[in-house]
């Protein structure tokens, strides 16, 4: 795989006002750099300083001062990038922070590509494919279980996971394919019976991963959660309540609502993407009737569809065309308007479908709390623990699973229908170079350069 060893640089905080900028450079001529652009108190220069030190003094450009610094040393290979590696802490403005790595390009290094320094790390040995994606997941997290998830995965929970199931299959395969090469001195009649248990157990530890794939989009991406109900409901009441502010237009008026208001919330450490949409009814308005018909599309995709019904009012055949549009999604029916004199129930309801069912007002704020709960018990099977249990959040884990655990079972086929050894390595080898590839082990130069590229520049 292509390696290039000269010295990059990027700024590695955001590009906004703020207390502090980082520049950052890794590469075999970042402590000779340092040194020509570095004015310390002292004369001494920087790269006969021991690594892990800090250091005051300014960047300077020839005589013209740049900006008042503090200047992180860390040596090869105990460093992110296994590379001498050195951190500017400037002041944190953006043009400072800018012509400080103008000034860095300037005496020798060159702009980092996107990921390229978590790249170096993964080239290096100093994290694998999977600790190394979660680097970016940690920066994107966007709730407390994708955050703890990310962090796990980025010490190596995934990697352990995998390095297990690794180990079992080369093992195997390696003792079937020296005993072909030498049937005097190794017996293997009979081996299958023995290999069968060593799959079965594999393919449990692989559906167990599997398993948890949906629980993990769920945590990375959010729940994409659509309100339904008929005009005036109370939808974008409820929208107003989640959101915590006036995103949406209320009104007394039937079809306020005309087109999709989509906003990202945070309920007990659940991300909904969240869409309020036009009131569900025989629409002779051109514009309403669009407003409406995204409403029906959009309620097809959802992971999760809200259902507001209008408690205070009788169900008319709006209400029975969203029954009939809801009954095979993930569903939660809220009855609206507690705070009103009530005509529709529970039990009413029940009669009808069969989904979870809260009571609550919009107005009042009122069952809120509920709703959180349910939707907590929904989409995380039992309790979330973070102890020994890995998510798999990844799609290309996800996938790479699959393939492996495809493989295992076409091994126990082998073994079934009594085919011969060698027909149960190489389905054994295609087992060990997908889960290899989550690690990054068996993974070609592009793949790599794909995943790295969605980095972000000082990463």
Known sequence: MGYKSDTIAAISTAMTTSGIGI????????????????????????????????HYGYIVDEEAEIDEVLVLLMRGPHSYTGEDTVEIDCH??????KKILETVIKYGARPAEPGEFSKRAFLNGRMDLSQAEAVIDVINSKNEYALKSSVEQLKGAVKKKIDVIRNDI???????????????????????????VVVDENLLRIKQLLDTADDGRVMREGIKTVIVGKPNAGKSSLMNVLVGEERAIVTD???????VLE???????????????????????????????????????????????????????????????????????????????????KQMLKTKIEKPMIEISAKEETGIHELENTLKDMFYHGNVSFNDQVYITN??????????????????????????EDFFTIDLMDAYEALGSITGETIGEDLVNEIFSKFCMGK
């Open 23 to 54: 520049v950052r450079m890794s590469g075999e001529e970042a402590f000779s750099i340092i040194d020509r652009i570095y004015r310390g108190k002292k004369e001494k220069k920087l790269s006969s300083e021991k690594s892990h030190t800090i």
């Open 253 to 259: 008026i039937a079809g306020t609502t005309r087109d």
């Open 395 to 420: 799609i290309r884990h996800k996938t790479a699973l699959k393939a492996a655990y495809e493989s295992l079972m076409k091994v126990n086929d082998s073994i079934e229908n009594q085919m011969p």
């Open 263 to 345: 906003e990202n919330i945070q309920l007990q450490g659940i991300s909904l993407n969240i869409m309020d949409t036009a009131g569900i009814r025989q629409a002779e308005d051109l514009v309403e009737k669009i407003g409406v018909d995204k409403a029906k599309l959009n309620a097809g995709q959802a992971d999760l569809i809200i259902y507001v019904v209008d408690a205070s009012l009788p169900l008319d055949e709006n209400d029975y065309e969203i029954i009939e549009m809801i009954k095979d999604k993930n569903a939660i029916i809220l009855l609206n308007k507690t705070d009103l004199s009530t005509v529709i129930t």
């Open 170 to 196: 080369i093992y195997h395969t390696a003792f079937i394919e020296t005993a072909l090469d030498d049937p005097e001195h190794i017996e293997i009649d009979g081996y299958g019976k023995k290999l069968k």
């Open 92 to 97: 944190g403005g953006v043009y400072v922070t």
